[in-house]
């Protein structure tokens, strides 16, 4: 599909044989897929003796595996700069966590991002990696989040990131793409 895809710029392919629950992430982050499918979620032998509990139970793990939720890091809201650097310096003092300084933010570490000056939730930020994040927006909306279209950053016409607009315990959340 890729040597496929270079040349054919904009194909999009909708794979079905060799995808698994393993490997269906790999594919639904590939920007030249459409979509996935396989036998291996809905066997013609569990539609015949009416697996169905079986069935939707591979649903949900194959849509769970593609989505393919994880923790990116978490971010800090800090007062200003000299609050962020501060907080980066005591993170490294006491867990020798590596600083990397950016213009709105400094990471300590690659797990904790601390904002220099106060942005989008009340105490920081949780972002959440996905292989798709079009499809998560999706998926999302579907169970009543909204997206924070102001906050929706692209590459090559593909969503890589977008905040929500609800909050989870103080942090706002935002995804990010894999």
Known sequence: MKSLAAPFVGIRFMPTGGVSVQNVGEFVAAPFVHAVGGSWVCSKADIAEGNYEKISRLCREARSAALGFEVAHIGINAMDAEAASELSQQLKDAFSFPEKEGNSSVFSSTEIEIM???????????????????????????????????????????????????????????????
Request: proline share 2%; glycine share 8%; charged share 30%.
């Open 116 to 178: 220099k000056k106060p942005y989008l939730g009340e105490k920081g930020h949780i972002a959440i990696r996905t292989n798709n994040v079009e499809i998560a927006v999706a998926e999302l909306e579907k169970k009543g989040y909204v997206i924070q279209k102001d906050t929706t950053k692209y590459k090559n016409n593909r969503i890589t990131a977008v905040y929500l607009k609800q909050e989870f315990g103080g942090f706002a959340v935002h995804l990010l793409q894999k």
